[in-house]
């Protein structure tokens, strides 16, 4: 359902990034490394099959590692950041609102299969080996115990920057009877050495930083705790590599500047010592949107498109390992070409690729 004629030609034109980067990025990104082994780090909350966004997300990670393990004299790998503890459900309880997690409701599981299957043809297509990460095991780290008592050393100037509503650093642990947990950390107390969370079934418990497997955080806390994580590995000569972020567009620009960059500095980090973040094009709706997956999910929005664009099982159904090959090269061609790299795409661009649009 076209909204306006278009004459099909494909402009891009320079402006900012994509003037300084037009023809290269992996020689420049190169130079900043400074290790032989590059790890490059993609997330996802396994609520659902994987969407459209997550599809370039992946692929741009394994198209660069790609090209960095063939033009430079560098090694890299994928390694998937899983957000299991990201919410599957929520109740309220005496007007607090407590969630149950995808990993504690067994809704992690059921979508993994189909991560892996992606990651999977992604390796195959391109020799670059991956390594998937639970949460536990991202706050197993011997370093996070120790940010996670200097981010409680400076919780109210965080909170006021990272949750601007109940200013409230959302860190939280599950009640380890029943799963629940305190989604906005409004009782939840924060300090110097743990936290104090209340369960409304089990009642008050106590967690202590050294403990930090079981810690969880909302986006923006855990944005920025992963950042400086990668940070200290980055400087640990011990480890063999380091880090690269590939995330989506809508975290560029303020979001970074703001909620990652001026608290990592308010905490002591340097902003030249975070790792860098590759940015993937935004795929956009007529509008100019983001396409979002779970507004098709939970408010039947996109009737006016076919529903392969926002469900990676209709899209592999519809056009197999053959679509997702050539989705793969179409963003192949963004860290080729960069200067296709910093622009958005709008859905129908693509659509018109898989020779559906018209
Ligand atoms: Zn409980």
Not at 32 to 39: G, I, S, Y
Not at 62 to 81: G, H, Q, R, Y
Not at 246 to 273: I, N, R
């Amino acid at each position: 359902m076209p909204i306006l004629e278009h004459d099909g030609q494909v402009h891009n034109p320079l402006g900012g990034a994509s003037y300084v980067f037009e023809e290269d990025i992996v020689k420049w990104l190169s130079k900043q490394l400074t290790k032989n082994k590059v790890r490059i780090s993609i997330g996802a909350q396994p609520n659902s099959s994987p969407h459209f966004g997550t599809l370039t997300v992946f692929s741009l990670a394994f198209a660069l590692a790609e090209k960095i393990k063939s033009e430079t004299n560098k090694d890299a790998e994928v390694l998937f950041e899983v957000i299991d503890t990201a919410p599957a459900e929520s109740k309220t309880i005496d007007d607090v609102r407590y969630q149950l997690s995808l990993r504690d409701t067994g809704v992690a599981d059921q979508y993994l299969g189909q991560y892996h299957e992606l990651l999977e043809k992604l390796m195959s297509l391109t020799n670059v080996a991956y390594i998937v990460r639970k949460q536990s095991d991202f706050n197993k780290q011997p370093t996070i115990s120790n940010i996670l008592k200097e981010v409680s050393a400076k919780k109210d100037a965080l909170a006021r920057i990272l949750d601007p509503d109940n200013e409230k650093l959302r860190m939280r642990v599950a009640c380890q009877k029943c799963g629940l947990t305190d989604k906005h950390s409004i009782n939840t107390v924060i300090e110097p050495q743990g936290i104090k969370s209340f369960c409304p079934e089990h009642g008050w418990f106590e967690t202590s930083f050294e403990n930090s497997d079981v810690f969880e955080y909302n986006t923006p806390l855990r944005n920025l705790i992963r950042a400086i994580a990668y940070s200290i590995d980055n400087q640990n000569n011990e480890l063999e590599y380091e880090w690269l972020r590939v995330t989506g567009s809508d975290y560029a620009g303020f979001y970074q500047e703001q909620m990652l960059y001026k608290p990592a500095s308010l905490l002591g980090y340097k902003a030249k010592d975070l790792p860098m973040i590759i940015y993937a094009p935004l795929i956009t709706d007529w509008s100019g949107a983001k396409l979002s997956k779970s507004l098709y999910v939970k408010q039947g929005a996109y009737k006016y498109l076919p529903s392969y664009v926002v469900n990676f099982e209709h899209f592999r159904n519809k056009f197999g390992e053959l679509g997702i090959e050539n989705l793969f090269n179409e963003v192949k061609l963004w860290v080729e070409q960069p200067y296709r790299l910093f622009r958005g795409y709008s859905v129908y661009y693509f659509m018109d690729l898989f020779n559906d649009g018209k």
